[in-house]
Structures are given as C-alpha cells and as structure tokens.
C-alpha cells in the first residue's frame, strides 16, 4: 500500500458541491491500495502513518506524530499513485489494486484509523473529488508498504 502525506493546517474533500471530509491541523493522506496487497499491508501502513514524526516539538525538530500532536487525519482514496510511468506519456495503472480490492482495503484502513485514533475523516472511493489543502512546511512524504 500506498500512503502519501501532507502536513497540513487545513484540508477538506468536496464531492458534488458538498463537503464530505475536513480536518484543521493534522494529515492529509492519498491512499492507495496495490495489486496483491491485504489488511497485512493496510495495519503496517497504518502503524508506520500514525507513528510517523512530521510534527515539530519545541526544539522545532520534527518529533511529533499526528497521534502525540492529536491532529486531524483526512484520508482520501487516490489509486493513481499505484502508477507505471516509466515508460511512454501515459500512465499505466496495472499496479493498481482492482477496484473492489481498493474499496475494501481502503474501507479496512479507515475503520482501523478510527480505532486507533480520534479525528479521522475521509474522501469517497471511486468518486470526483475536490481537495483542498493548506500545506504547512511545506511537508510531504511518501509511505509504502512492499515497495515494488
């Protein structure tokens, strides 16, 4: 699996005009799941995310996860990630989980998020969304599970 995440001071996901999703401070997070993986791969991304130290601690080092920060997770289903670019000028997405494999695994990560942590809110699989975000640093980074 896939996880790429930005550290944000907001974030929010609108579909068909509505919001569905936002958070204040926190984690915006594209999850993708690929081909063969499972809710093996889902727990360690999980783990690794909620873990992960993007936060600053009063030295201004980055030592805080978004748990000891107590941040906002905005978790948004984004298969493109899995993408082949290595060869010609268009994306090939055979790394990709199959849909009903990603809609599953995505709805997995996510009910894992909630138990593991206090705000957690999402985009929609399979839907034409609208995000939005303030990158704060800016700070990205991209988390794989297996990486090919």
């Avoid at 909620?50 to 748990?67: H, I, P, Q």
């Avoid at 082949?84 to 599953?104: E, Y």
């Avoid at 704060?136 to 794989?144: E, K, R």
Wanted: charged fraction near 20%; charge should be neutral.
């Amino acid at each position: 699996m896939i996880a790429l995440l930005q550290r944000v001071s907001s974030a929010s996901v609108v579909v068909d005009g509505a919001t569905i999703g936002a958070i204040d401070a926190g984690l915006m997070v594209l999850v993708c799941a690929e081909r063969n993986d499972t809710e093996k791969e889902a727990d360690a991304l999980l783990t690794k995310l909620l873990g992960y130290r993007v936060f600053a601690d009063e030295a201004g080092k980055m030592n805080r996860s978004v748990t000891d920060v107590e941040g906002g997770l905005l978790l948004v289903p984004q298969f493109t990630l899995a993408a082949d670019t290595k060869s010609g000028t268009r994306p090939s997405f055979t790394p990709a989980a199959a849909p009903a494999d990603g809609l599953r695994l995505f709805h997995y990560f996510v009910e894992q998020a909630r138990l593991k942590h206090k705000v957690v809110h999402t985009g929609q699989f399979g839907a034409d969304m609208k995000v939005a975000l303030t990158n704060d640093g800016p700070v990205t980074f991209w988390l794989q599970t297996n990486a090919r």
